[in-house]
């Protein structure tokens, strides 16, 4: 009878994906305090997952996948997709909602689907939703540290336009207080974006420029990560980052560099063995790199990267 027990216990334990079903489910929380929350975002495409796997490469998290996604989580289905909160604003309703989830008092299967972690005191939340929300949370969350991953506006556009993905321009534009804020005087150009392209490469200016805009100001503190820098000088990034957070690393972590992400596409330059930086430059055209360039400038943003 107790070799019985012994063998379907052992049997738990080899089924890998009973026991990640198991993790997620009943996981236990140790410590709600935001302050044990790390908050990486980004664009989509922009290395987000990527950067989350690396950090977490020893399962020192709770990984909580996109909980900002008003389609995939019922308490946020109020909120808009690339929600803008004014960081200095009441939204007690938003508020509530934001404490459950910064603090890790929510769990579903798509939230923790790449959770591992079952006895859990700290949290890393990974969103491609949030850029516009940083400020806000900054604000109301003081000890949750904040991640912001970026990419070259020609790569994160030629990526969306592979996978199908829609620009979200009207998204922004419905924001009142944003348009208010940060999007007043480019309204019209943002509108007039007639191409796919060019609505993408708006949406990149948007998406960067609010969070930019918001630390220049002091309303927000945050460590900016470029995907570039991940790819180029990766261990002297990844040093940026641990001084940051005010924490030591292994340097095994540096094994994860050539690792890709959960969300890598089969397309992806790190799957063809082609280069990692460059190879949208392979799918667009010279007018197509100089219009980025020229968008990007209308928000000061073309110093970031170089067009060529």
């Not at 305090?33 to 977490?56: D, E």
């Not at 790569?155 to 534009?173: C, F, H, M, R, T």
């Not at 400038?297 to 073309?302: I, P």
């Amino acid at each position: 009878m107790i070799k019985r027990k012994t063998r379907s216990l052992l049997h738990l334990i080899k089924n890998k994906e009973l026991m990640k079903q198991l993790k997620w489910k009943y996981y236990i929380n140790t410590n709600h305090n935001p302050k044990n929350t790390l908050f990486v975002s980004g664009m989509g495409r922009s290395g987000t997952t990527w950067l989350s796997q690396i950090l977490n490469h020893n399962n020192r998290y709770r990984y909580i996948f996109e909980p900002f996604y008003p389609e995939r989580l019922d308490l946020c289905s109020f909120f808009a997709k690339r929600q803008y909160l004014r960081p200095i604003g009441n939204y007690p309703l938003y508020l509530n909602t934001a404490e459950k989830i910064v603090s890790g008092k929510i769990r579903s299967h798509f939230l923790d689907r790449y959770n591992e972690k079952f006895l859990s005191g700290k949290r890393m939340i990974k969103d491609v939703q949030t850029n516009l929300l940083l400020g806000w949370i900054n604000q109301n969350f003081r000890k949750t540290k904040i991640l912001l991953t970026i990419r070259h506006p020609c790569a994160i556009a030629n990526s969306w336009i592979k996978l199908g993905w829609e620009p979200l321009n009207d998204v922004y534009l419905e924001q009142q207080e944003l348009v208010e804020d940060y999007l007043e005087e480019f309204e019209k150009d943002i509108r007039k974006a007639d191409t796919k392209y060019e609505k993408l490469v708006y949406m990149w200016c948007i998406e960067y420029y609010v969070p930019l805009q918001q630390r220049r100001k002091n309303l927000l503190d945050m460590k900016q990560i470029s995907y570039e820098d991940l790819c180029e000088n990766f261990e002297q990034t990844i040093r940026g980052i641990y001084e940051y957070l005010g924490e030591k690393h292994s340097p095994s972590l540096y094994e994860m560099k050539d690792k890709p992400s959960y969300t890598t596409r089969p397309f992806a330059a790190i799957l063809q063995k082609t280069n990692l930086l460059y190879s949208w430059k392979e799918s667009l055209t010279k007018e197509q790199i100089q219009q980025a360039k020229d968008i990007t400038s209308q928000f000061n943003l073309e110093k970031l990267y170089e067009f060529q």
